[in-house]
């Protein structure tokens, strides 16, 4: 009876607890319903008072990114160069005072090159201090239609390398600031601004057919004649190297100028070639394992790391013992770290890659110099065997004491010589390994060696640098023995091509030299 008697106290005071904690879970769900209800009716009223996106209202709707979709205009100047530049495009502009802007160009690529640099289509993906730099060239020397490609906008620290963005355009899309600023500098041009994120889904139309408006409103579409990679992220640099590789794409990339100060080691060569530079590398191996190892050209700096250079900045050791520091990046594949950059530097390799696509679309005849890219150790080489050369001339020619003979060429006149007068080639076979630097005609006995000063002490040859030619070691073997130290006529040796060719290059040595 007693047991009886405490279950049912005990019952009472479960159903009593039940009923409380209904009525505590009933009032908390009104109160969360009611709050749900009064947050919906005052997102629905804060959405009823902001106006539609429409031509009087002059809010822009926000990117992916959370940037300015549309183009926004800073002041009446921003309006006055876009008026003028729609009515520029359609026609509304002097001929005379395009051909006068353009007028140095003009006279330096003549009028063929002129006219295909105008009619010319060229898109530049990324915009920032290389980007910048390239498209503002590209459209002062002529270029008429140019596509733009970023997603990012202009930040504070942006300034110390941008072409063209000014404190007011920090936080606007680096494409409106740039189309502005090129609206107000060559308001013909057509620029076509794409506030988007270069990938591999986007290339096909980032990089494809361009419909614009003629001026007498008919549509024109046209391909890209040339395509600049001026992007500094790996795994997007490869996307569109590879796209316009495989799509046979004109295309120049921008390695990396970050931690760079040197402008005089800035080289354009094939991505095979590029060394001294980690994005060179990084990229290069990932284009191999996509079966691309050459036929891209690349601006890049041979310039080696050294004490009291910069260097890439470590990441934050509290960042990393987060966790996964990739987390870190502003998008996915994207650097999570800042570059130390060198506001010229940029510049510098923008406008190397616009005067290389300026160049190439105009057809104007470039021959780059390719050395000095780690060949100091052959140029001394080659220094060396010449030395050995015209002791052993000496010799054998005038039968003179070559002890202590000097000859006046210096590691660089090697390096001239190679790169410049000769590209790198043999002038017999055009191979370019294992080249020596030999006279090309038998030195007369009089003329080897210098005697003015030899009762002072000093011996040196009567050696200039056009009496030089390059060939392979095989082939200079030949020519001592036959040439310089033999009977043998040059024109007995050598067919009419190679002496014609030797006599070309000589001839360009000897009007350069005056330039040097």
């Not at 990114?65 to 002097?94: C, F, L, M, Q, W």
């Not at 601004?193 to 409103?217: H, I, M, Q, V």
């Not at 997007?236 to 794409?249: E, R």
Request: charged share 25%; glycine share 8%; proline share 4%.
């Amino acid at each position: 009876m007693l047991a009886s008697q405490w279950l049912q106290r005990h019952a009472e005071g479960a159903k009593i607890t039940y009923a409380f904690a209904c009525g505590a879970a009933t009032a908390a769900t009104a109160y969360y319903f009611f709050l749900a209800v009064r947050r919906h009716q005052a997102t629905e009223a804060l959405k009823r008072s902001i106006p539609s996106i429409s031509h009087e209202h002059k809010a822009v709707p926000l990117t992916e990114y959370g940037g300015a979709g549309k183009p926004s205009y800073t002041n009446a100047e921003d309006v006055r160069a876009a008026k003028i530049a729609a009515r520029a495009r359609k026609g509304d502009y002097d001929e005379e005072l395009i051909l006068e802007q353009l007028a140095r160009n003009r006279v330096f690529l003549r009028d063929e090159g002129l006219a295909k640099l105008r009619n010319a289509f060229v898109v530049v993906v990324g915009l920032g201090g290389v980007g910048s730099h390239c498209v503002a060239a590209l459209l002062r020397s002529g270029v008429s239609k140019v596509r733009i490609v970023d997603f990012d906008q202009v930040t504070l620290s942006s300034l110390n390398r941008h072409a063209l963005a000014t404190l007011a355009d920090v936080g606007t899309p680096k494409v409106h600031c740039v189309r502005r600023r090129m609206e107000q500098i060559c308001p013909w041009a057509r620029v076509d601004p794409k506030n988007e994120l270069f990938t591999s889904s986007s290339a096909e139309n980032l990089l494809g057919c361009w419909d614009y408006e003629l001026r007498d409103g008919e549509e024109r579409g046209q391909e890209p004649d040339f395509v600049v990679d001026a992007i500094d992220n790996i795994e997007t640099k490869v996307h569109l190297l590879h796209y316009c590789t495989l799509h046979n794409l004109k295309v120049i990339s921008a390695m990396g100028a970050g931690t760079k100060s040197d402008p005089t080691r800035i080289c354009v060569g094939d991505i095979s070639t590029s060394i001294e530079d980690p994005l060179s590398k990084a990229t290069r191996r990932r284009l191999k394992q996509l079966g691309i190892s050459s036929g891209i050209p690349v601006v890049f700096s041979t310039e080696k790391p050294g004490p009291g250079k910069a260097e890439l900045m470590p990441v934050a050791e509290q960042e990393v013992e987060k966790g996964n520091v990739g987390d870190l990046g502003v998008l996915p594949e994207f650097r999570v770290r800042i570059l130390p950059v060198l506001g010229t530097m940029p510049a510098m390799f923008g406008y190397t890659v616009a005067n290389h696509v300026i160049c190439s679309i105009a057809d104007y005849p470039v021959e780059y110099r390719v050395g000095d890219r780690g060949r100091d150790k052959m140029y001394e080489a080659m220094l060396s065997a010449l030395q050995g050369l015209e002791e052993r001339l000496a010799r054998t020619i005038s039968g003179n004491d070559a002890i202590g003979l000097k000859i006046p060429v210096s590691r660089d006149d090697i390096a001239y010589l190679v790169e410049e007068v000769f590209r790198g080639k043999s002038v017999v076979s055009g191979l370019t390994t294992r080249l020596v630097l030999t006279r090309w005609t038998r030195p007369d006995s009089g003329s080897k060696m210098n005697k003015t000063y030899e009762n002072e002490g000093q011996k040196t040859s009567n050696l200039r640098l056009s009496d030089l030619v390059l060939m392979t070691k095989e082939e200079a073997q030949k020519h001592e023995r036959e040439i310089l130290k033999g009977a043998t006529d040059n024109a007995d040796l050598y067919d009419h091509q190679v002496i014609d060719h030797v006599t070309r290059r000589l001839q360009d040595e000897r009007a350069f030299d005056r330039f040097r």
